[in-house]
Every structure is written in structure tokens, then in C-alpha cells.
């Protein structure tokens, strides 16, 4: 019966360790812990776990013991560690590995603790790997760049979320300061404060967090108030955010400041978002690649998304499997710090809306993704479609830290600060409507 349960666990972890090793994103450098954790230390566990499970007569007697005694050190070890590194998302969870890797001592301790030999320092081995298993999973320290602009309290004033007209085509909304910018049937969206969809209280993945500590941000209007063509609204959210509209010579400018208090680990989040719908097939260009169009896809199928790496190129690219790696190369080109990032959607191949984002690039981290792998950093543009036909509207989400691309829920940090994004929307101006202002400016389209 004893022989059927270590047979039995072994098996198990031969195989979580050969999942593992499958699902955990390749591409780190080797100087790197997630290229120990995720890519050298599966194979060689499989390797190890297999010859004990496999082993026979004597070879069994000299290597099944150590191996044994080597899972619940691990587990013992794991348990403690992920108590003290996640107080709160492992307050109670932590007993399970813990008091399991006990239990599974104790049955080790009596059928061989008289079988101790000196190089089992495999044993050993495996307890600080257990230690330090939790340590790997924690999200590296915050690597955002907040702008550090300042703005003071909210004012007294009122909080009527009643609809403010910003020009013909464009109103905005108080309660949530959603945009809303109108050409035709097309409807653009555009939400412009720093939101999280989930968090994690301590650093360790959000699917782990405590209901009650993984929640979505939630904003508050507090105040508005008007100054001649200017509406100003101030929210209480995480901390609190500040919003200027305005409407100027035709372009509507959006200037949104948002405060963090303390940093925040998210898997999910949202510097800006644009929605897009009734169009009948909507494609988008990035000024650093203003030649490529790239289309969203649907939530089931690869995923294509922008980035920008350390070096400041900027790149499209897709997927092999949803949001899983390899990742094809769909265009590159150069995008400065300083920069603001430009986008043109074009709905059936005619330029509809242009989006201009001045601070995205100087703000987002650039630091490798601890889920995606393949040198894809934190910063992430995800292009999603609401449904498998083109006319489904479209998401367009830029993150400045998140793990949306690639395998599993590790959070990543935003820094506390102030984090602007000055986003402004013009009508792009139709090929049709250049001709016809060619055509009425020269000369030989004046009245005779």
C-alpha cells in the first residue's frame, strides 16, 4: 500500500513538472530567474522523478529514498516561504503544501529512516528550492515612470453627471469620463484614466488574490466644473484622477491625470482605452509603422499587439495561439521617449479617426514580461474584436505594465506617482474630401 502511494506521487509530480515545463514561457536570458524556474529546472525534475519512478533493484534502493524525501521538503519549504512572501494572498493557503509535505515526512520517516546516506544533499537541494519557488513568482519591483505632475484637491462644485456637449459630433460623459466622438455610423470611445481589472494585495498572481482584495478600480465623480470651452472633472478612484476636455478647432484634447498612492500589482489594467464601433472592417496604423495596418482579432483567435522594447522600437506583432507565444514580427519602427504615439483607424481601408498619445512612451515600463518570454516587455497594445465577424467592435487597450500576453496571472507594478496621458481625437480627412479641397483650391476650378 506504502509502495502505491509513493508510486503514485511520483507519478503526479513527474507529471505537474512536465506541465509546467510545457506551459511556462520560453525566450528568457539564462541570467534571468524565470530561465531557471520555467525553462532548466522542469527537464531536469522530469529526468529525476522519471529514473526514481522507473528505477529497479539496487539502482531503486540508492535513488528512491532521496527522491522521496525530496517532495516533502519541497512542499514544507514552499509552505513557509509563500507565508511569509504572500502574507495575504497565502494567510491560510499556505497549510495545505505545508502540512501535506509534514504528513508525507512522517510516512518517509518510517520506512526509511535508517536508509540516510551523505550525498543526499538532493533532499536538501529540493527544500531550498522549495524556499525560494515563491520568492521566483513574487512581481519584480514596480518599473512604470510616473510624470510626477501635481494637481490639488477637488474643489467644491457640482457632481451632476449630466452629458456635456463638446461639439456636433462629440459629448462627454461625467460619470466615467468616457468620450464619445461620433463620424457618421462610426462611434470612437475613448477612456483615458488609469484603471485596474484586477490586483493583487501582495505581488503573487491575481487568480490567487482574496476575492475582496481583487478588484476592479472603481471612480467616483466628486466635482466638475466649467472654464469658458474647458470642462474639468475630478474623481476619487485609487487615490484620485483630474480630467481636462476641451474642444479645439475641431480636435477634441483630453489631458487625464491619475494618482497612485502606494504601487499597485495588476495582472489587467488600462493606461487608455478606445472602442470602436459600426464600422464593417477597421484597421489600425501606428505612426512608428504608419505603412503597416493591422487588424484586431477575435478574443479566440492569436492575439496581435504592439509594444515597445528597451531600446525603443516599436513593434506589431501576432501570436501563434491566443495570447501564447512564439510571436511573428508583423512591423517595426522607431519611437522616441519623448514622442507621442499616433494612431489612424481606418474603416474599409479609408482613414476615419486619428488618435494621438502623447505620454505613453515615456511612462511605460520596458522591462521583460515575466509571462510572455520571447524579450516581449511589460508595455503592451492589445487589439481585440468582439466577435468572429469584422463589423464587432473593437478594443484597443494600451497598458503601461501588464501580463495580458502570455502564459499564467503574475502580476507586475505600477510605481506610485501621478500618471498623465494627454490623448487628443481629430476626424482623419477622407482621401474624397482631399480631392474635393484640392479640386475647389486651384485654379482651374474657379468660376469662369
Keep these: 500500500m506504502i509502495q502505491l502511494v509513493w508510486l503514485t506521487l511520483l507519478a503526479i509530480h513527474t ?56 517532495i516533502p521538503l519541497f512542499w514544507m519549504a514552499f509552505g513557509i516561504s509563500s507565508r511569509i512572501v504572500f502574507p495575504e494572498s497565502f494567510s491560510s493557503l499556505w497549510n495545505l503544501p505545508f502540512l501535506g509535505g509534514a504528513a508525507l515526512a512522517g510516512l518517509w520517516a518510517r520506512q526509511f529512516r535508517h536508509r540516510i546516506r551523505p550525498w543526499w544533499a538532493l533532499a536538501l537541494a529540493a527544500a531550498i528550492v522549495g524556499w525560494e519557488f515563491p520568492i521566483s513568482q513574487h512581481a519584480p519591483e514596480p518599473s512604470t515612470r510616473p510624470t510626477g505632475v501635481a494637481f490639488g484637491a477637488a474643489p467644491s462644485g457640482s457632481s451632476d453627471h449630466k452629458l456635456i456637449r463638446l461639439s456636433r459630433d462629440a459629448q462627454l460623459r461625467p460619470a466615467d469620463g468616457r468620450v464619445v466622438v461620433r463620424r457618421g455610423k462610426l462611434v470612437l470611445n475613448v477612456e483615458p484614466m488609469l484603471s485596474f481589472a484586477d490586483r493583487s494585495p501582495d ?15 472603481v471612480r467616483t465623480l466628486v466635482a466638475r466644473i466649467h472654464d469658458g470651452a474647458r470642462s474639468t472633472l475630478f474623481y476619487k478612484d485609487e487615490d484620485a484622477s483630474v480630467l481636462d476636455v476641451s474642444e479645439q478647432g475641431g480636435a477634441i484634447a483630453l489631458d487625464s491625470r491619475s494618482r497612485l498612492s502606494r504601487p499597485i500589482f495588476s495582472h489587467d489594467n488600462s493606461f487608455a482605452e478606445l472602442t470602436v464601433q459600426g464600422h464593417h472592417q477597421l484597421s489600425v496604423a501606428f505612426s512608428p509603422v504608419p505603412d503597416k495596418h493591422i487588424e484586431a482579432a477575435s478574443a479566440t483567435a492569436p492575439a496581435r499587439f504592439a509594444y515597445l522594447d528597451a531600446s525603443g522600437i516599436f513593434h506589431l506583432a501576432k501570436a501563434d ?9 508583423l512591423g517595426a519602427g522607431r519611437l522616441g521617449k519623448g514622442e507621442p504615439l499616433v494612431l489612424t483607424l481606418y474603416d474599409d481601408g479609408k482613414p476615419v479617426f486619428r488618435v494621438s498619445l502623447d505620454d505613453f512612451a515615456a511612462q511605460a515600463s520596458t522591462d521583460l514580461s515575466p509571462t510572455a518570454g520571447s524579450g516581449i516587455p511589460m508595455n503592451v497594445i492589445s487589439l481585440v474584436r468582439g466577435g ?49 479641397t484640392a479640386r475647389s483650391s486651384s485654379p482651374s476650378a474657379s468660376p469662369q
Aim: glycine share 8%; net charge positive.
Design 321 to 329: 495561439q491566443q495570447k501564447r507565444g512564439p510571436y511573428t514580427e
Design 388 to 436: 468572429d465577424a469584422e463589423s464587432a467592435p473593437v478594443l484597443i487597450t494600451f497598458s503601461l505594465a501588464a501580463t495580458t500576453v502570455g502564459r499564467g496571472t503574475q502580476t507586475v507594478g505600477y510605481a506610485a506617482g501621478v500618471y498623465r496621458d494627454r490623448i487628443t481625437v481629430t476626424l482623419a480627412p477622407s482621401p474624397e474630401r482631399d480631392q474635393r
Design 15 to 70: 507529471g505537474a513538472a512536465a506541465v509546467w515545463w510545457w506551459l511556462m514561457p520560453g525566450g528568457f536570458p539564462s541570467s534571468s530567474g524565470a530561465f531557471f524556474v520555467d525553462q532548466l529546472a522542469p527537464p531536469i525534475l522530469v529526468a529525476a522523478l522519471l529514473a526514481a519512478l522507473l528505477a529497479r533493484g539496487r539502482l531503486s534502493q540508492a535513488i528512491l529514498p532521496p527522491v522521496l524525501a525530496a
Design 203 to 217: 505581488g503573487c498572481w491575481a487568480a490567487l488574490a482574496h476575492p475582496e482584495k481583487n478588484v476592479a478600480t
